[in-house]
């Protein structure tokens, strides 16, 4: 049987200027600092992942990494062989990880070239009950492809992620019981569109948009409802322009979900969400991510030794 990954654990960015990115990241994203090692932040949630960002120098802003968990080193074993046998060239042996990292795993780049690494065994916070207004954990990122046939039969056949929903513009993939963890774009990749933090609430979501405001950042999308997935969103930007979104009420699915066709999601003419009560996207939020690359120097595992 197949083997599949069975969550999203971590994002590793690259900032130049990674502390002031770190201090936006705790001070006003509402995450929290969980140890620094050789200029890396680490940066957890709520949930009991150790930490679901990290965040290094990078000579303009990246997105580093996608990591991965799968559920015990055989499991590695297994996702390490699907993941040669789709013919992937550039891939790490599995090995022993440091701790924070995990006790077990490997790295490889996909496709078009985004490093991903997979772990298990990692030592995770005994607390992890949700807390009113902080995220508790990505839910997920949406990423834009150059070739994104390529993308999704790599993500599908040697992480086992599933198809659930195809619009027009994206594929949505899953590994869990969240609707979606990986969007894939169908063209201006490899970049970035944006990460998503999930927030235990709706209004979380909302008491995020204001401390944007406070911190001088608009909303650049929302707050809206989408229509696959079902999650209420609101988009914003980073640090040097990351674009980032909050999220809440991640559709639960399961085997008997049936996969969306871009003809079951269309809008009404002038809506892009189920609420419409605010324009689509700003341009500002869909260019800023085309800048956001996948291809910064460094894929091993262990490269932030
Ligand atoms: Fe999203």
């Not at 960002?53 to 055989?74: E, G, H, N, Y």
């Not at 992480?159 to 949505?172: N, P, Q, Y």
């Not at 969400?273 to 341009?283: A, F, L, V």
Request: charged share 25%; with cysteine.
């Amino acid at each position: 049987m197949k083997a599949k990954v069975s969550a999203l654990r971590c994002v590793d960015l690259g900032f130049a200027d990674p502390d002031k990115a770190a201090a936006f990241f705790t001070r006003a994203w509402n995450l929290d600092a969980v140890g620094e090692e050789a200029g890396v932040h680490l940066l957890r949630a709520t949930g009991p992942f150790h930490h679901v960002l990290s965040i290094r120098k990078a000579a303009q802003p990246a997105m580093i990494r996608m990591v991965f968990d799968a559920a015990d080193q055989t499991t590695v074993d297994t996702l390490h062989k699907q993941v040669a046998a789709h013919g992937l060239k550039t891939i790490d042996p599995p090995t022993t990880l440091r701790q924070p990292h995990g006790e077990y795993g490997f790295g490889f780049k996909d496709p078009e070239g985004r490093n991903i690494a997979i772990v298990c065994g990692v030592k995770d916070h005994a607390d992890g009950a949700d807390q009113p207004d902080r995220p508790r954990k990505v839910s997920h990122v949406n990423i834009n492809a150059g070739d994104s046939d390529a993308t999704l039969a790599c993500y599908r056949d040697a992480l086992g992620l599933k198809v659930s929903d195809t619009t027009r513009k994206f594929h949505f993939m899953t590994c869990n019981a969240d609707h979606h963890n990986i969007v894939l774009g169908y063209s201006g990749g490899p970049t970035l569109n944006h990460i998503a933090f999930e927030m235990p609430d709706l209004e979380s979501v909302m008491k995020g948009a204001g401390r944007m405001r406070d911190d001088g950042r608009g909303i650049e999308w929302g707050p809206g409802r989408h229509g696959p997935g079902n999650n209420v969103f609101c988009y914003f930007l980073g640090p040097e322009d990351m674009p980032i979104e909050y999220t809440a009420e991640m559709q639960q699915v399961d085997a008997s979900y049936r996969p969306g066709t871009p003809e079951d999601w269309t809008w009404p003419s002038g809506r892009l969400d189920h609420w419409g009560i605010t324009k689509g996207p700003s341009e500002r939020i869909e260019s800023a991510g085309l800048k956001i690359n996948f291809t910064a120097d460094g894929w091993r595992l262990d490269d932030w030794r």
